[in-house]
């Protein structure tokens, strides 16, 4: 098993070379130089020169690529273009936004998803089965930063019952979470339904009830356990996607997320942060996925005893 | 002998005649054909409709009226018509989710069924390369293409196709992998049939019914991806109307003007949720098995 773990672990290091690179070859394409950008339209050629030395932008990428994996080694991830301030600190900074962002939503989009996904795969064709699914498909089907706005505009607004913007107590992230879970929330109740009837129409179902077992003990531990693989897949991709992606989200609600700051770094061509954030997303990305094929270890001893024989 | 024989007529349907009967039992499904017909109506009519020039004329006695019989959606904060904006809008956001996905279905087809057919080190070359692409964040990859490229809408069409690349890739190789390990295709290699013939009259017919599914819902995925990204101030660039730009630029007037941002979001939704019925109804018609 820890054999398995540190060759996923060594695979990393190849993945991270390449997307730095292409990272790297497409700020590079972006028109526009860093010294203009930082100093604007209205600063001497000189210093913009002055301040593109500076940064290091006036060699060829090859270099500036070599001199960046080089730093990244020695743990050091440069310093932002804008801020001057390290890269490492001003990602560390918007990351509490963004985990209580993925972690509430995660967690909001988990609960309900699978209750009603159980649910409707045990009572199939039933009126709670068909509305189920049927708001599932609006929520994966509308835009979640509109959702939101729909949110605010029902609970900010016109109830006055939640704040509307900013971060702060976790008051301010109850309809940040809500927004964020829809879509999630419905891809994880479809996939705990198709899962879940498809498990429980197996012989050893039908062998837990013809012995007299409860129902409720078959679903919850015969089928559950085995419909679960599938379930945890989505978990894992769903939060990895969060921590990058919920830039549309903060940008409704204004929270100083990583998002946000990522789009901003685009916007203004500040390649350190973009190639740091981006580096940080892909190892987060890459270690979830690790740890939800090691979950499946856990609720599938086959695949465990498969792990052990590589 | 005359009155014992029955006479057997065979009547042969067809494969495709079939999935569309199935298709049609289906009333969400069904429900999701006639919508998304209606968009593209909408689409193909929309100077009949209301003229290209009311999307865009600014009429600041006009500005930020509700809606009602002379402004059926209201007015934005240029006194332009929120529902000719609409209409008008259709255009370019289905252009490039259907645009995206056509073209990066043809892309990722290709190289999908190249891994698919041939399997070994291309197979492999292929998957570590996707992979690659796969693990910078769906979101960052785009709107730095789209930076990179610069705002347009071709761009963002081509932004997205990119990014979307590994997904189709993995769709396709997946299809094709599931039909190369079956019996007809053995038979027919044991038959000395050549390997372009065995791709285009067996591999494909019969990988190409999950493959057209995710396509119709990656249709709708892209629209929401390009409504999120103009929604960002990124790509299709004002006055040209677009829906996520239009929620963009009506969202510091949303407190006092709800309906500036209600109706673009419902179109968007709307065309997304069509395409997701539609998608659905397929892979049930396609893969009768699975439905119970």
Redesign the interface.
């Given at each position: 098993m820890s054999k398995y773990i540190l060759k996923r672990l060594l695979t990393l290091i190849p993945?991270l070379l390449?997307?730095i690179f292409?990272?790297y070859f497409?700020?590079d394409?972006?028109?526009g130089d860093p010294g203009t950008l930082i100093l604007g339209e209205r600063a001497s050629q000189e210093e913009i020169d002055a301040k593109n030395e500076e940064l290091g932008y006036n060699k060829p990428l090859p270099v500036r690529y070599v001199n960046y994996v080089a730093d990244l080694v020695h743990g050091d991830m440069g310093n932002s273009w804008k801020s001057g301030r390290p890269v490492m600190g001003e990602i560390i900074a918007r990351l509490p936004v963004t985990v209580t962002l993925a972690v509430g939503a995660i967690l909001i989009g988990t609960v309900i998803g699978i209750l009603v996904g159980i649910l409707s795969a045990v009572k199939q064709y039933s009126f709670l089965d068909f509305s189920a699914t049927?708001i599932a498909?609006?929520l994966?089907?509308?835009?979640g930063?509109?959702i939101g706005?729909?949110l605010?505009?029902l609970f900010s607004?016109y109830l006055g019952w939640l704040p509307s913007f900013g971060g702060g107590d976790l008051k301010h992230y109850i309809l940040p979470w809500i927004t964020t879970a829809c879509p999630f929330l419905a891809s994880q109740m479809r996939m705990t339904r198709t899962s879940m009837l498809e498990v429980i129409r197996m012989d050893y179902i039908r062998t837990a009830r013809a012995k007299g077992q409860r129902e409720s003990k078959i679903i919850m531990q015969h089928a559950l356990r085995n419909a679960l693989l599938p379930v945890v897949t989505i978990l894992g991709i769903n939060f990895g996607?969060l921590?990058?992606?919920t830039?549309?989200i903060e940008?409704?609600f204004t929270l100083p997320g990583v998002?946000s700051l990522?789009?901003e770094a685009?916007?203004t061509?500040d390649v350190p942060i973009?190639t740091g954030?981006?580096v940080m997303?892909?190892s987060f990305?890459?270690i979830l996925m690790l740890i939800v094929d090691v979950l499946y270890a856990y609720i599938d001893p086959r695949i465990k005893s498969r792990y052990e024989r590589k | 002998m005359g009155e014992n024989t029955v006479k057997v007529k065979i009547k042969k349907k067809s494969q495709a005649g079939d999935i569309w009967r199935r298709f049609l039992k289906n009333k969400?499904a069904v429900f999701g054909l006639i919508v998304f017909s209606l968009i593209m109506l909408v689409v193909l009519l929309a100077d009949v409709i209301v003229s290209y020039d009311s999307a865009l004329t600014q009429n600041i006695m006009d500005r930020l009226q509700a809606p009602g019989a002379a402004h059926w959606f209201g007015t934005d904060n240029f006194g332009r018509d929120i529902f000719a904006r609409i209409v008008h809008g259709s255009r370019n956001s289905l252009l490039v989710g259907i645009g995206a996905v056509a073209i990066g279905i043809t892309v990722g087809g290709l190289l999908g069924s190249v891994a698919g057919f041939y399997g070994g080190k291309i197979d492999s070359v292929i998957g570590r390369i996707m992979?690659?692409?796969m693990?910078?964040?769906?979101?960052?990859?785009v709107?730095?293409?789209v930076?990179?490229?610069?705002n347009s809408l071709i761009n963002v069409l081509l932004a997205m196709m990119i990014a979307n690349i590994p997904q189709y890739v993995r769709i396709v190789r997946a299809a094709i992998l599931s039909v190369v390990g079956q019996d007809y295709i053995e038979a027919a290699r044991a038959c000395g049939t050549s390997n372009l013939k065995i791709i285009v009259k067996h591999v494909i017919p019969n990988a190409i019914g999950p493959i057209i599914v995710q396509a119709t819902m990656a249709v709708?995925t892209m629209i929401?991806n390009a409504?999120?990204i103009s929604?960002?101030g990124m790509g299709i660039q004002p006055p040209t109307p677009e829906w996520?730009a239009m929620?963009n630029e009506g969202?510091q007037f949303?407190?006092m003007y709800?309906y500036i941002?209600?109706f673009p979001?419902i179109a968007?939704?709307?065309t997304?949720?069509a395409l997701?019925?539609m998608g659905?109804g397929l892979r049930d018609a396609l893969d009768p098995k699975l439905k119970d």
């Open positions: 993945t390449a997307v292409i990272v497409i700020m394409l972006t028109p049927a498909m609006a994966a089907s509308f835009p930063f509109w706005m729909m605010i505009l607004l996607g921590l990058g992606g830039v549309t940008t409704v998002g990522i789009i685009i916007r061509k973009v954030a981006t997303l892909a990305f890459a | 969400t992979d690659t692409i693990s910078i964040p769906l979101m960052l990859l709107l730095s293409l930076t990179a490229l610069g709708g929401l409504a999120g929604f960002l996520g929620l969202k949303m407190t709800p941002v209600v979001g968007i939704g709307l997304a949720l997701n019925l659905d």
